[in-house]
Nanobody
Framework: QVQLVESGGGLVQPGGSLRLSCAASGNIVSINGMGWYRQVPGKEREWVATITTNGRTNYADSVKGRFTISRDNAKNTVYLQMNTLEPEDTAVYYC?????????????WGQGTQVIVSS
């Protein structure tokens, strides 16, 4: 059973920083792309950033220059460093990964971690 577990969310003031983590565990053969998405009530889930196996990154325009995605392949973990946070960044953040296990390649989601940016 493969699962993704996020941590690091919370309440932060505008201009502050948070670091999200997402660890994959279970019967993992390999992990391809990993990424972060976010969702606010009443809106569709929004892509934030992705990182390939060899470290190539892409970001949504809304977070470019403020957020940094990274990964530790030895720990099967992806991170999202969020700086200069704005109230508009308030959302539930979900990690995503394409993982190969005994079942073949599948797309997995974490349970989500809440980020609130407010004074």
């Amino acid at each position: 059973q493969v699962q993704l577990v996020e941590s690091g969310g919370g309440l932060v003031q505008p201009g502050g920083s948070l670091r999200l983590s997402c660890a994959a565990s279970g019967n993992i053969v390999s992990i391809n792309g990993m990424g972060w998405y976010r969702q606010v009530p009443g809106k569709e889930r929004e892509w934030v950033a992705t990182i390939t196996t060899n470290g190539r990154t892409n970001y949504a325009d809304s977070v470019k220059g403020r957020f940094t995605i990274s990964r530790d392949n030895a720990k099967n973990t992806v991170y999202l460093q969020m700086n200069t946070l704005e109230p508009e960044d308030t959302a539930v953040y979900y990690c995503n990964a394409v993982i190969s296990s005994a079942r073949g390649y599948q797309n997995y989601w974490g349970q989500g971690t809440q980020v609130i940016v407010s004074s």
